[in-house]
């Protein structure tokens, strides 16, 4: 089978939807699939395409159009009007050409079929329309519902309406629509009547890793990687922290943060907050299984209510995999929460009080059952984020056999 991928983010190892697509090319080259890739991508991103892609499979990249328009004017009435003219211009001149490109490069690839993951209003536009040039048909695949987009970049309200209604669209034709949790997969079967919607969840191969040290043995080690959207979860455990003081129970309180980006702000007393930056995977699993607490926070705020909701956070699966205990920070309708509810796999805490959550983890570090909270968490890493597991919804959503290939 011949498939092209159009994205905005290629398959590489410095972005964590790079990764993800680099695995999921990895499960297709394996099986004798081709596969070409074309990337509409932004400026100010530069992702490293592993070698073996290069050599194995055609790229092709194209200069993303300006997305964020509506940031440009300070006054909401402003930010409308330049939203909407920007928006509009680019659909207008822009995302046509675009489209045809793709197309191209799909027909000249010879594809059997388009794999399109779509993340902002440029990918969700040229869906359908590069589709219907290449006449082919096409699986579409989100990581999130487009509303939290569309607010953080103030789109003003006609743009709003039309990039959701394009997105209704889309879904409803697609083959299948590979989603982020299983919450969304019945989610969308109901509310866009997509034909056939299935999770495709970032995975690992079963095996305990082994910590990149000692456990520590003075300090309680609290660990927090990837991509920080949850910026008042995190004000609100720092704050927490602070109120024991950084210490409890003859331990000091330490907070290593695993990422590109953190915004921190300005703390009126001392903390003890370690960065570490941007690590391979491997480095990172490593570093995470030596930490005592890996905290996963999900957004409060009612405006990203379908983000929560119905996605789920790729930080869970790596956490999961170290069998370290998590703590989960998350309002009581998250989508992972069934998963940890389940097997009992996590802490769990539903509120952005400080007192509340600075109870949490005093009652985590002195509870004797830690591990055994953390072997539970294995345990629902084993059985429902393996590399299996993400490969065999993967190639079901591309309609792609899956009987002759050895499962790891």
Known sequence: MKICLLTDMPPCRNFTAGIVLDILCNFLLEAGHEVCCLSVVDKAIDPVIPEDKRTRMKFESIRKPRENWGILGRIRG???????????????????????????????????????????????????????????????????HPTWWLHDMGFDRFTTRFVLNEFHQAVQHSQCCITASEAMAEDYKQRYNAPKALPVILGFNPGHIMPSGKKNNGDFVIALSGQMYASDELMALIGAISQLRWQYADKDIVLRLYGRYFNLGKFSTPVNIE????????????????????????????????????????????????????????????????????????????????????????????????DTVAVRGYEAFEENLTLDIMRKNFFESLGCPIENIALE
């Not at 690839?109 to 040229?126: C, F, P, R, S």
């Not at 009992?344 to 805490?349: G, R």
Request: net charge positive; hydrophobic share 45%.
């Open 78 to 144: 402003i930010r409308s009007l330049v939203s909407f003219i920007g928006n509009n211009a680019v659909a207008l001149f822009k995302l046509p050409g675009i489209a045809k490109k793709a197309a191209n490069f799909a027909k000249c690839n010879h594809a059997d079929i388009i794999w399109n993951v779509v993340q902002g209003q440029t990918m969700i536009k040229i869906t359908r329309p590069t589709a219907k040039i290449a006449g082919l048909p096409y699986v579409i695949h989100i990581w999130d």
């Open 275 to 370: 960065w570490r930056g941007w690590l391979s995977q491997d480095e990172l699993l490593a570093e995470l299984a030596n930490a005592d607490l890996l905290y996963c926070p999900y957004i409060f705020d009612t405006t990203y209510a379908d983000v929560s909701r119905l996605s789920f956070p790729s930080k869970l699966s790596t956490y999961m995999k170290t069998g370290t205990p998590v703590l989960f920070h998350g309002p009581d309708y998250s989508s992972p929460l069934t998963l940890l509810k389940r097997y009992n796999a996590a802490y769990m805490c539903d509120t952005l009080d400080i007192d509340a959550l600075s109870q949490v983890i005093s009652d985590i570090i002195k509870d004797p059952n830690r």
